[in-house]
């Protein structure tokens, strides 16, 4: 069936390093993509998003990569910081922002001191 | 400016009891979106609006939930006779083409 998934559940990283969260997906008529921050007891925050006609989009020290051969999606945040712990999920759908969203299971960010 | 507001924050419920969830989308937003979360997943699609009009409800897991949006802007998800599986923390989110943007969302415990 179609769905969103991610590889790792967990990933810890020094402060100061740069971390990639992975993501595939297997719906390839999927167009849109979007990155969200989750905190505990918060709602998902955008991060940022990537059409389908792009492989590669940047924003403030992060950046979204779409290998649309292997259906493949990822983020990497540069220079990770502490405020940067927190659940992170890919999301996916046909029809951009104003469209539903179908959510992998999330991994989880952990930044060592 | 402000953005997706969502009322109550907590609620606990008895199992059936009915409950009321609130939603105010930023203003201008045409498009609202309700979820369900489980904890330790990821969201999951439950129902769009756009304007007053629901488009989708595909994802309302019983005929025990019902949203409506009567005015095209505030938005309430009812569950009937609440069970315990509907323990979860219902997300809103509003869009323009320029993102999906989610309020912190009610954490409601059925006991």
């Known amino acids: 069936g179609e769905s969103v998934g991610l590889h790792l559940p967990t990933l810890s990283v020094q402060e100061g390093d740069n971390s990639i969260i992975n993501c595939a997906y297997s719906?390839?008529?999927?167009?849109?993509f979007i990155w969200y921050k989750q905190e505990s007891g918060k709602g998902p925050q955008f991060i940022i998003d990537?059409?389908?006609?792009?492989d590669k989009r940047q924003g403030q020290r992060v950046t979204v990569l779409l290998n649309k051969t292997v259906k493949h999606l990822s983020l990497q945040i540069a220079a990770t910081q502490p405020g940067d712990s927190a659940v992170y999920f890919c999301?996916?759908?046909?029809?951009?922002?104003?469209?539903?969203?179908?959510f992998g299971k999330g991994i989880t960010l952990s930044v060592r001191p | 400016g402000a953005g997706v507001s969502q009322s109550p924050r907590y609620k606990v419920a008895k199992r059936g009891q009915d409950v009321a969830l609130r939603c105010d989308p930023i203003?201008?937003?045409?498009?609202l979106f309700w979820y369900q979360q489980a904890l330790g997943q990821g969201p999951e699609f439950l129902t769009y609006?756009?304007?007053?009009?629901?488009?989708?409800k595909s994802g309302l897991p019983s005929d025990r939930f019902f949203a409506e949006r009567p005015e095209g802007s505030v938005s309430t998800l009812k569950i009937q006779r609440t069970q315990q599986e509907d323990s979860a923390v219902y997300l809103c989110?509003?869009?323009?083409?320029?993102?999906?943007?989610f309020g912190p969302g009610t954490r409601l415990l059925v006991l």
């Open positions: 989110a509003s869009s323009t083409t320029s993102g999906q943007y």
């Open positions: 719906n390839s008529a999927s167009d849109y």
């Open positions: 990537i059409r389908s006609n792009m």
């Open positions: 999301a996916e759908n046909m029809g951009g922002a104003n469209s539903k969203l179908t």
């Open positions: 203003s201008g937003h045409v498009s």
């Open positions: 609006f756009q304007n007053e009009a629901q488009l989708d």
